[in-house]
């Protein structure tokens, strides 16, 4: 069956490290996004791709990067993490056109010390 | 700005008092309204898109409707494990035509 996966499944990590946050799909997907979700702030997009190479910017994208090479994978990379960027961190992905909703992953709960 | 709004945040009914959900939205052009469940520790999960105003959608105990400046998830006999949140989103006509901005959800809690 085909599926959306997220690692790690958690993660602590330094103030100033580097982290990267994996997405994989076997969907086929064209479209792939990046979330975060924050009490009462919902769920709010860091960066989205709609294809191989393609990356654009979302609501909160500072201090986030992110990086296409294949139609699989999205992987998320934090510069220099930062405290304010403890979260939960959902990737999700879609088709292309109207009316397709988003099938997302598990997520991946970071925490920043 | 599009923007969608979602009341109340929290709900809690006994087991079988039916009630509604209500998501309120403005967007420029609706190319489609998605409901989704999340459960705790889990990623939403999808359940209904509806497109345009009349449309009605179904699933078990759940029950979608759309207007044109909203759309309500009316849930009829809840059981408790339909205890969850529920996420309203958009898609708007425009530039970024594959992104769903979300509403805060409301957090349902059914009693025995």
């Known amino acids: 069956d085909a599926e959306i996966t997220q690692s790690p499944r958690h993660k602590i990590t330094e103030t100033g490290r580097q982290v990267t946050l994996a997405c994989h799909q076997t969907?086929?997907?064209?479209?792939m996004f990046w979330y975060r979700q924050d009490l009462g702030h919902g769920l709010r997009l860091i960066h989205y791709?709609?294809?191989?190479?393609?990356?654009n910017k979302g609501e909160v994208s500072d201090g986030y990067s992110v990086s296409r090479s294949n139609t699989e994978d999205l992987p998320l990379t934090l510069e220099s993490a930062a405290s304010s960027q403890t979260s939960v961190y959902f990737c999700?992905?879609?088709?292309?056109?109207?009316?397709?909703?988003?099938?997302f992953g598990s997520g991946t709960r970071l925490t920043v010390v | 700005e599009d923007q969608v709004t979602q009341s109340p945040e929290a709900l809690r009914l006994q087991e079988g008092e039916s009630s509604s959900l209500n998501c309120s939205y403005t967007?420029?052009?609706?190319?489609?309204l998605f409901w989704y469940r999340q459960d705790p520790g889990k990623g939403p999960e999808f359940l209904f898109t509806?497109?345009?105003a009349g449309e009605e959608k179904e699933k078990e105990r759940l029950k979608a409707t759309l207007t044109k400046k909203e759309s309500f998830l009316h849930i009829t006999a809840p059981k408790p494990e339909d205890s969850a949140t529920y996420l309203c989103?958009?898609?708007?006509?425009?530039?970024?035509?594959?992104?769903?901005?979300f509403g805060k959800g409301t957090k349902l809690s059914v009693k025995p």
């Open positions: 999700a992905s879609s088709s292309r056109g109207r009316g397709y909703g988003y099938t």
């Open positions: 969907w086929n997907h064209n479209n």
């Open positions: 791709s709609y294809g191989v190479h393609d990356t």
């Open positions: 967007v420029s052009g609706l190319r489609g």
């Open positions: 509806l497109y345009s």
């Open positions: 989103a958009v898609q708007a006509h425009g530039g970024s035509q594959g992104n769903l901005i």
